[in-house]
């Protein structure tokens, strides 16, 4: 459920800026005026697709799941820095920080809990 969830929220970025600009968007118009947040989209658009897909089976898809993970980490991270250094932007501070830290977290707890391991970790542990 938490894979089909993060996956979701990513394919829908794009209308999540339309309703709530001030926390998905960094940008000031329409979504589509700004080049760097459609190719944001875009991204998030693709990454979406390919944890939906994970989400059948997602011993077969750790990297991505791990990708998921710590590249909203480091998003995050680099959004809270940018938000508190512009005033204007803090409301990202109640919106894609938040969401990408509780989805990065969620993601993390699960896979941990569930003990899936890759097909490669499970041979090294097999063997070792």
Do not use: C, K
């Amino acid at each position: 459920m938490a894979l089909v969830l993060f996956g979701a929220i990513s394919v829908l970025l794009y209308p999540l800026a339309t309703v709530w600009p001030s926390g998905w968007a960094w940008h000031d118009g329409a979504p589509h005026e700004s080049h760097y947040f459609m190719m944001i989209v875009g991204v998030y658009v693709t990454l979406g697709v390919f944890l939906l897909y994970a989400a059948r089976n997602p011993a077969a898809h750790l990297t991505l799941i791990w990708f998921a993970i710590w590249s909203s980490v480091v998003h995050a991270g680099i959004m809270t820095v940018q938000s508190l250094s512009h005033p204007d932007h803090t409301g990202h501070l109640w919106g894609d920080v938040p969401a990408l830290l509780l989805g990065a977290f969620l993601l993390a707890v699960l896979v941990r809990a569930s003990g899936l391991r890759s097909p490669g970790q499970a041979a090294r542990q097999a063997t070792g």
